[in-house]
Nanobody, 124 residues
Framework: QVRLVESGGGLVQPGGSLRLSCVTS????????IGWFREAPGKEREGVSC????????HYEDSVKGRFTISRDGAEDTVYLQMNSLKPEDTAYYLC?????????????????WGRGTQVTVSS
């Protein structure tokens, strides 16, 4: 059974950092693309970043480039999202998801399995 569990969210001041974790089970991380997405109040779910299981290639949404870093640890079956220089507009509910089609895309329609998410709030 495919399962993804996020953790690491919290309250942080602008300019601060957080590291989100997505612990996976029920499949082999090396074969699939994992993406991070976020939902802010009143806004549609948007893709943040994704990482290829086969070769570790990464892709980022423009607003987070240079600030966020996605990585994976195959031994721990975990995908991380390191978030630096956080801004109030990064406040959202963050979710990780699996694309069984192994595409490098942030299109939510490509992702079939989702975690429950973790809240990130950036505020002074």
């Amino acid at each position: 059974q495919v399962r993804l569990v996020e953790s690491g969210g919290g309250l942080v001041q602008p300019g601060g950092s957080l590291r989100l974790s997505c612990v996976t089970s029920g499949f082999s991380l090396e074969y699939y693309t994992i993406g991070w997405f976020r939902e802010a109040p009143g806004k549609e779910r948007e893709g943040v970043s994704c990482i290829s299981g086969s070769d570790g290639k990464t892709h980022y949404e423009d607003s987070v480039k240079g600030r966020f870093t996605i990585s994976r640890d195959g031994a721990e079956d975990t995908v991380y999202l390191q978030m630096n220089s956080l801004k109030p507009e990064d406040t959202a509910y963050y979710l990780c998801a699996l694309d069984p089609g192994r595409r490098m895309s942030l299109n939510t329609d490509n992702y079939d399995y989702w975690g429950r998410g973790t809240q990130v709030t950036v505020s002074s």
